[in-house]
């Protein structure tokens, strides 16, 4: 979770370790959500940076976190830190309708 001056800024859900969805090695950020606010950017920002020490603290050498790319902000941070795309999906939305499928909204989410 990361702290903001109203409460709750931002959390992510993740999992680590050979027993869990991640695998051997890896820290898994199944779902991560910001606060939509002035400080939405930055705040992702520092979620990120959460999720980096977790993995670090756990020994997890990777760090896994998936956003649709309609998400752009989101999606343009993670490749700024050097993710890359490991699956490739498709949403579809009723009358296409984006839904929280925009820019804007920075969220991590990975559909495995």
């Known amino acids: 979770m990361v702290e903001g001056a109203h409460g709750i800024a931002a959390f992510a859900v993740c999992h ?33 940076d959460a999720c980096e020490a977790l993995a670090v603290a756990a020994g997890m050498s990777n760090l896994l976190a998936g956003a649709n790319m309609a998400r752009h902000e989101a999606y343009r941070h993670l490749v700024a830190r050097g993710f ?14 984006p839904g929280y499928c925009r820019p804007g909204a920075y969220i991590i989410d990975d559909w495995r």
Not at 28 to 46: I, N, Q, T
Not at 84 to 97: A, F
Request: hydrophobic letters at 30%; proline letters at 2%; aromatic letters at 8%.
């Open 84 to 97: 890359r795309t490991e699956i490739l999906g498709v949403t579809m939305h009723r009358q296409n309708d």
């Open 16 to 48: 680590y370790g050979p027993s869990s969805e991640a695998g051997t090695d890896t820290c898994y950020v199944k779902f991560g959500a910001v606060r939509d606010a002035r400080s939405a950017e930055h705040d992702y920002l520092r979620l990120l």
